[in-house]
C-alpha cells in the first residue's frame, strides 16, 4: 500500500516537471522577454545589461532551475500588460474562479445523481425520457451558447438574476467569497448553471448506465430474492456500488470545470483567473500563461493524486490487489 | 420569554437584511478597456485622462463648453511673447496632506518630458519652466506660443514629494516590466480619491472633503468596473448594475432608448477615423511586392481612397452615427474645413490609377486594425478590406487586442506597419496638433511627426506647420493651415480620413451628466437623483 | 456441396461484406430506434449542405468581392423587410446567413474531422506500439498520456493557440490558422485513443492467432495493422463519434472565444461570436440559425455515438 503512494506521487511529480519544463520554454524562448520590458529608445548596452541582470545568458539547465525555485517561491515575474506579479493577480482572482468552480460542481452533483438514478430506476417513464433529453442537450450545447441564452431570458428579459459580475463580496483574510451577500449569491446563479450543465448531464448519464449494470448483477437478483424492500436494495446496494466510480469521475472532473469556468467567466464577467488567462492569451501576455499553466497543473495532479488514493482506499479489489503485488 | 426573544431575533435579522442605512450616493461606471495605468504621464489616451482628470489637475482646465478655464493656476499673463507668468492658487493639498507648490509643477513639467513619458507635446521640448516663488512659475519659450497651454487639460500636476518617496521620478513605460508606485496609486489634487485600484477588474473612488473647490457633483463614491463584452455590458445598463455604460454598441441604441431605464447620448466627437500608408520604407514589410513600395506612388494611394465607400460604412456599419470626412480634423475645430469636399466614391477610377501606377492585378498587403478600441473598428477594417478585394487588392487583415496593437504600430513597436487604421482627437483642439503629429517629418525615434506612422513627408507641408505655431492672426493662420491641407491632404492623398464618429454615452435616468465631444468622463459635473 | 452453399460462394468477397453488414444486428437496430434514423438524417442533410456549399449555396461569403455592405442586417425572407435572395437574412458585412452557415458548417466539419482524424492516428499508431512492445515503450507513451489527461482539452488547445499567435502573430496568413486549429484541437484528443487502443491491444497479443503470425514470422508492423486493428476498430469508433461532436464544439469555443477562425473566413462558432453582439439589438438571425446548425449538429453526431456505443456493446444485447 505504501509502495503503490509513493509510485503515485513520483508519477504526480514527473508529470509536474514536464509541465515546469514546458512552462518555462513557453516563458523563456515564446518572444523575447527584454524586448517586452524595454522601450525603442533603450540602447543595445542596456539591453545587454538587462540580459546579464535577468541570468538571460546563463545556461538553459540553469535557468530552468532558476525557474523552479522561483515558482516554488510563487514568483513568476510580471505581466507584460498590467506590470504586477502573475501572483497577485492571479491570487487576486482565485478565490473568484475556485467558488464559482466548487458550486457548479455541486449542482451537477446534488441534481445528477438522482436524475440518473431515477432514470435507471424508472426506464421508462417520461419523467426518465425527459431527463435524458436534458443531459443530452447538456452535453451537446457549448458553453458559451447556454450562457448567452440564460443571460438573456433571466437576466434582460426577466430582470430576476444580474447578468455579470460577482455582486458584493465580502473579504475573510486573503479569500473573498460572493456566498455571504445576497447580491453575491444572486451573481452565483447563472454561471453556476451554465458552467454545471455539462457535467450535471455526465454524470446523470454515467450514474444512470452505471446503475443500470449493478441492477443487473446476480447479487442484486439474490437480494431481491431475499425479499429486501426495493428501497434498501436499491439504495443500500446498489447505489453505493454506483457511486464509487461516480465520485472518482467527479472528482476528476473538477479539473475540468476549472479550465471550462475559462468560457464562462468571459461570457459573464467573472473576474476569476480564466478570464485572465484568455486575455493573456488574446495579448500574447506569456508570464500569466505559464503562471496559470503550473498553478492549474498543480491543482488537477494533486486532485487526481487524492482522488487515485481514495479510490485505492474505498475499492476492496485494489487493496487486495495491492497486497497480492 | 420566547415571544420577546423571537421578535428581537426577527427585528435584528430584518435591520440587517434592510442593508446599510446611510445614504450614501454611489455612481457606478463601465468602460470597454482597462484603467490600466493609474499615472497620468504613461499613456497617452482619452479614456485615461478623462478618468484621471476627476482625481488629478492641471495648471489650467477645460469647461464644459471645451474654453479653457483656470485650474491649479488661478490666473497668468504672457509677460512677454516667449514668458508666460502663472499664478498658482494657494491652499491647495495634494490627496496625501502635503501642500501644492510651484516646486511641484517644475517637477510636474520635467517629468512629463521626461523618458518613457507618454505626454512629451503637452509642453514644448524646450521651454524652461522657472520658479519664481511658491505660488508664481515662469514658462520661458525659445519662440512665441498661442497655444502653450491649449493640452493642459491633461497634463497633471504631481507631488514632487510623493514621487520621490515612491520612487516614481520617471514615468511608467508602455512596454516595461517595472512596477511604478505611481502606476499603481494616484496622489493627485483633484475632488475625488482613488481608495483601490484593481488593474483590469476596478477602481474605487471616495469624495475628497478637502477639494479646493465646489464641488458640483454629489456622489460620495465612484466604482468603475471593466466590461469588455458588449452584450454584458449593455444588459448591466439595462439592469441596473452599472449607471453609466460607454461604448453602447449601435445597433443597441434604439433597445436601451426604449427601455426606460436609460439613453443614450450621442453627441459629436471630435475623433477622426482614418487610413495610413506605410510611405517611407523602401519596400513594405508585409506586401507582396518585392523591391519597390507601392503606397511612396500617390496614384496608389488616391486608388484606395477612391475604392471605399465611406457613405456605405457611415450608414451600414457605424448606422449613420458618423459624419464623413474630407480632412483628419472634425469641422467644428477648423473653419475653412467647408472649403474642402470629400471625393466621392470610384471604384472603377481606382482600378484605373492601380493600373496606371503598375499594378493592373493589384496587390496584396497586411492591414493592422485594433479591435477594442474605436467604435467598430473591426467591423470598419472588414468593410474596407472586402471594398478593396473589388479593385483586386487582397488585404490580409491583422485585428488585434489595443494592447497589442498599438506596441505594434507606434515608436515603441518601430512604427511596424504597413497600412493601418488609427483615430485621433487633437487634444488642443487645433489643427497644429494634427500638422505637428500626422504631416511633420519624422525619425525613428519619432521625434518630429510621432504619430506620422507612415512617415508622409515633404518640406513645404513642415514649413507651414512652423509658421502657423507662431502666426498670433486667426484669419492668416487658418490660411497657412488650408494651405497645408492642400498639399498633403488633396494633393498628396496623405490619408484617407473616414469620419469622425458620434458618442454613445448609455447613461442611466436617475444621473445627469455632461458630455463633451472629447469624450472625457469628467464625473465631478455629474449628479445622481 | 449443396446448392446453397454453393450459392453463397460465388458471391464476390465485397458484395458478401455489405450484405452481412445490411443484415446484421447493428443494421437492424439502427432502423429500429426512429431517433438514430432520425439524428443520422439530419447529420446528413448539414453534411451534404456543408460538402455541397459551392454548388448550392446562393453566395460565397469568403469571396470578399461579392459582398456588399449595402445588403447588410437584412432580416429574413418572412420578415418585413427581408429579401429573398437572402433566405435567411444577411450579417452585419452584408454575408448571407443561410450560405455562410453551409460554407460554415464545411470549415467547421473539416477543422473537426480532420482533427479527429490527426487525434485517431495518432493516438492508435501510439496505442499499437505502446501496447504490442510493452516495458519501456509502453511506460514511455503512457506517462506521455498521463501528462496530457491531466489538462482539459480546451486548455490544450487555448495553450497550443495562444504560444502559435505569440510566435507567429504577425506573419499569420488565413490558411495557417485553419492548420493551427487542427493541430491544436487533434492534440488534445489523442490520448483516449491511445489507452483504449493500448489495453485492447495488450488483450489481442496474447491471442493464439498473434502467437500463430509472429512464430510463422510475419513482421510486427503487418501483424499490427493487418490483425490487430481491425479487432480494436469497434470501440475507437464509438470514440470517434464523442470526439467528432466535442471536436466541433471545441472549434466553436475557440473561435467564439476570439482565437480560432477571424471574421474574414468565419466558421459557426465565429457567427455566433459576431451574432452575439446583435442578439439583444434584435437582429437575432446572425446567431440563432449558426446556433441551431451547431446544436443540431452536435446533437445528432451525440445521437449517433450514443447508438452505436448500444449497438456494438456485447452486454445490453
Known sequence: MLAFIIRRMVQALLVMIVVALIAFTLFRFVGDPVNQMVGIETSAQERELLRQQLGLNDPVVVQFIHFIWSAVHFDFGASYQFKQPVIDLIADRFPATMELSVVSALFSLVFGIPMGVYAALHRNSWLSRFFLTVSLVGISLPTFLTGILLIFLFAVSLHWLPSFGRGDVVALGFWTTGLLTKSGLKALVLPGITLGLFQLALIMRLVRSEMIEVLRTDYIKFARARGLPDRIVYFGHALKNTLVPVMTIAGLQLGSIIAFAIITETVFQWPGMGLLFLKAVQNADIPIMSAYLLLVAFIFVTINLIVDLLYAAVDPRIRIDLRQA | MKFRTAILAVGLALAFWAGPASATVTFKFAFQGDLKSLDPYSLNETFTHGVLGNVYEGLTKRGKDLKIIPGLAESWEVIEPTRWRFHLRKGVKFHDGQDFTADDVVFSADRARGPSSDVKTRLPADAKVVKVDDYTVDFILSGPNPILNAEWDTWYIMSKKWCEEHNSLTAQPQAGQQMNFAALHANGTGPFIITEHQAGVRTLFKRNPKWWGKLESNFDEVIFTTISNDATRVAALLSGDVDWADPIPLQDIPRVNASGTAKVLQGPELRTIFLGFDQYRPELRYSNIKGKNPFKDARVREAFYLAIDEKAIADKVMRGAAVPSALMISPLLFDLSKDFVRPAYDPEKAKKLLADAGYPSGFEVTMDCPNDRYVNDEAICQAVVAMLARVNVKIDLLAQPKAKYFSKVLVSGGYDTSFYLLGWTPGSFDSWNILANMYRCRDEKGVGGNNNLGNYCDPKVEELTNQVLVEGDKAKRDQLIKQAYEIGQVRDWAYVPLHQQALAWGVSNKVKVVQRPDNQILFYWFRKE | ?317
Open chain 3, 1 to 317: 456441396m449443396s446448392a446453397e452453399q454453393g450459392a453463397s460462394l460465388s458471391l464476390t468477397p465485397r458484395r458478401r461484406w455489405l450484405s452481412r453488414l445490411l443484415d446484421s444486428d447493428i443494421a437492424f437496430s439502427f432502423w429500429q430506434s426512429k431517433l438514430t434514423v432520425f439524428a443520422a438524417a439530419v447529420a446528413l442533410v448539414i453534411v451534404l449542405g456543408a460538402m455541397l456549399a459551392p454548388w448550392i449555396a446562393p453566395q460565397n461569403p469568403f469571396d470578399l468581392k461579392t459582398l456588399c455592405l449595402l445588403n447588410s442586417h437584412v432580416p429574413p425572407a418572412w420578415q418585413k423587410g427581408g429579401d429573398l435572395h437572402f433566405l435567411l437574412g444577411t450579417d452585419d458585412q452584408g454575408r448571407d446567413v443561410l450560405s455562410t452557415i453551409l460554407y460554415g458548417s464545411r470549415l467547421s466539419l473539416a477543422i473537426g474531422i480532420m482533427s479527429v482524424a490527426f487525434a485517431a492516428v495518432l493516438g492508435i499508431t501510439l496505442g499499437l506500439i505502446a501496447g504490442y512492445a510493452g516495458g519501456s515503450v509502453d511506460a514511455l507513451i503512457m506517462r506521455a498520456a498521463d501528462v496530457q489527461l491531466t489538462f482539459p482539452a480546451i486548455l490544450i488547445a487555448l495553450l497550443i493557440d495562444g504560444t502559435a499567435h505569440a510566435l507567429f502573430g504577425q506573419y499569420r496568413d488565413e490558411s495557417a490558422t485553419i492548420w493551427v486549429l487542427v493541430l491544436s484541437v487533434g492534440l488534445s484528443f489523442w490520448v483516449q485513443y491511445a489507452r483504449t487502443v493500448r489495453g485492447l491491444t495488450f488483450v489481442e497479443r496474447n491471442k493464439d492467432y498473434v502467437l500463430a503470425a509472429r512464430l510463422i514470422g510475419i513482421r510486427p508492423g503487418l501483424i499490427l495493422v493487418r490483425h490487430i486493428l481491425p479487432n480494436v476498430i469497434g470501440p475507437v469508433l464509438v470514440i470517434v463519434t464523442i470526439n467528432l461532436a466535442l471536436a466541433i464544439i471545441l472549434e466553436a469555443t475557440l473561435s467564439f472565444l476570439g482565437v480560432g477562425l477571424s471574421p474574414t473566413q468565419p466558421s459557426l462558432g465565429t457567427m455566433i461570436r459576431i451574432g452575439n453582439n446583435f442578439l439583444f439589438a434584435g437582429e437575432w438571425w446572425i446567431a440563432i440559425f449558426p446556433g441551431i446548425t451547431l446544436a443540431a449538429l452536435a446533437l445528432s453526431v451525440n445521437l449517433l455515438g450514443d447508438w452505436l456505443r448500444d449497438a456494438l456493446n456485447p452486454k445490453l444485447r
